[in-house]
C-alpha cells in the first residue's frame, strides 16, 4: 500500500504569508494572509515577527 505524502508549505513574507497544503505533488489548499500597516510595525523586528506569525497563523 502506497503512502500518501502530505507537504505544508508556509512562505512568510513582509506584507503577506502564503500557505499551501499538498498532497505528493497535488495542491490540495492555498491561503494568502495579508498583513496590514498596524502589524507591519510590529513585523520590523525579525524575532517579533516571527513570534507575530505563529501566534497569528499557526495558532489561529
Known amino acids: 500500500?502506497?503512502?500518501?505524502l502530505r507537504i505544508l508549505v508556509i512562505n512568510p513574507g513582509s506584507t503577506?504569508?502564503?500557505?499551501a497544503l499538498f498532497e505528493d505533488d497535488k495542491l490540495l489548499?492555498?491561503?494568502t494572509?495579508?498583513?496590514g500597516s498596524e502589524e507591519g510595525e510590529v513585523?520590523?523586528?525579525e524575532e517579533r515577527?516571527?513570534?507575530y506569525k505563529y501566534n497569528n497563523l499557526i495558532l489561529k
Open 49 to 51: 515577527a516571527l513570534e
Open 43 to 45: 513585523l520590523k523586528e
Open 33 to 35: 494572509i495579508r498583513h
Open 16 to 19: 503577506s504569508t502564503a500557505i
Open 1 to 4: 500500500m502506497k503512502k500518501n
Open 29 to 31: 489548499d492555498k491561503e
